[in-house]
């Protein structure tokens, strides 16, 4: 069964993957930025910040030489970002560390700054072929309803789900064979409205199984309300107002200075709040103090600014 299961979804990924340009590279480097900006990132979003940011830093010895605020600055509209620093950092870990080669081990590349079990694992696979399992949101989706079943039975540990997705890998085509179920995940096996009748694996899917056996009309299986049922996201914690959106403004605010420009706190309060007022200073500096711990800002005598 699971030679046919592999072969279903491999001839399926030939037929319907999208053209990615990361796809298009085996480059170690071109690599690490795209699994780095994907991370809770759109595909669509990234595409074009993906190929300026390669254009700017070429090689990962101009990335970790660069300054951090150019850096930042061409990260606009990605959101999170903490990841373009960390990003840098790992290059210059690489280039001190490693001779400018990343590392093409799982265990190497978790040494790295803002380096996970995911994005490790995506670099070691998609970069050098390994046949490494990993988990981001879309493999984790299709290997729980696949394997265990519908997303509402009891939770499941990732460290079972991971043995599963190991075990579901063909040999020498780790490459394919995870670009194949990211790709199913992202647009098949999705988290709302499922669109099972297209799955290659429905026929070995535990969670389909499940759907149909709940249903006693052909119609009501092929739209598979109980997949819609138990998928249904909770509600998202609103983002305007909050503590990263206020983040988010301060980077933006001072992306827009000229280079070395500090910008003084209560003219940044005003900018990031129309209703910024003297006691909304304390709240000001914690976030201004919190994105210094992280790299993005330097707090000077004159204001906060980007790193140099």
């Known amino acids: 069964m699971i030679e046919s299961l592999r072969a279903g979804l491999l001839q399926w ?10 796809r298009r590279t085996r480059d170690p480097y071109a690599i690490m930025v795209a699994e780095v900006m994907l991370q809770q990132t759109q595909v669509d979003r990234v595409i074009p910040k993906y190929q300026a940011f ?18 930042i600055r061409l990260w606009a509209g990605l959101g999170y970002n903490r990841r373009a620093v960390n990003l840098q950092r790992a290059a210059q870990v690489i280039v001190a560390q490693h001779g400018g080669k990343v590392p093409d081990s799982v265990a190497a590349l978790r040494t790295l700054p803002g380096i996970g079990p995911y994005t490790a694992g995506a670099i070691a696979c998609f970069a050098f072929e390994r046949d490494v399992a990993f988990l981001d949101t879309n493999i984790r989706r299709v290997v729980r309803r696949l394997c265990v079943g519908p997303d509402h039975l009891a939770a499941v540990a990732d ?32 988290a709302v409205s499922p669109t099972c009748w297209r799955c290659p694996l429905r026929q070995y899917c535990r969670a389909y199984a499940a759907a149909v056996a709940a249903d006693t009309a052909l ?17 998202a914690e609103p983002f305007v107002g909050s503590r990263r959106w206020y983040r988010g403004r301060i980077i933006a605010a001072l992306r827009a200075l000229p280079a070395g420009t500090a910008l003084p706190l209560f003219e940044l309060g005003r900018q990031v709040r129309p209703d ?27 204001g906060v600014r980007l790193p140099a």
């Not at 119609?219 to 509600?235: S, Y």
């Open 13 to 22: 990924f030939a037929n319907h993957a999208r053209d990615l340009p990361w």
């Open 54 to 71: 390669l254009a700017t830093f070429p090689t990962i010895e101009a990335l970790a030489a660069a300054p951090t605020a150019d850096v």
């Open 159 to 190: 460290s079972v789900l991971l043995a599963h997705a190991e075990a579901l890998i063909p040999p020498g085509q780790g490459w394919a064979w995870n670009q194949a179920i990211m790709e199913l995940g992202a647009l098949v096996c999705t």
């Open 219 to 235: 119609a009501e299986m092929m739209t598979t309300p109980a997949l819609k049922r138990v998928a249904e996201p909770r509600p």
């Open 276 to 302: 910024f007022a003297a006691d909304h200073e304390q709240w000001l500096l914690q976030l201004v103090h919190d994105l210094a711990r992280d790299g993005l800002l330097v707090i000077t005598e004159q």
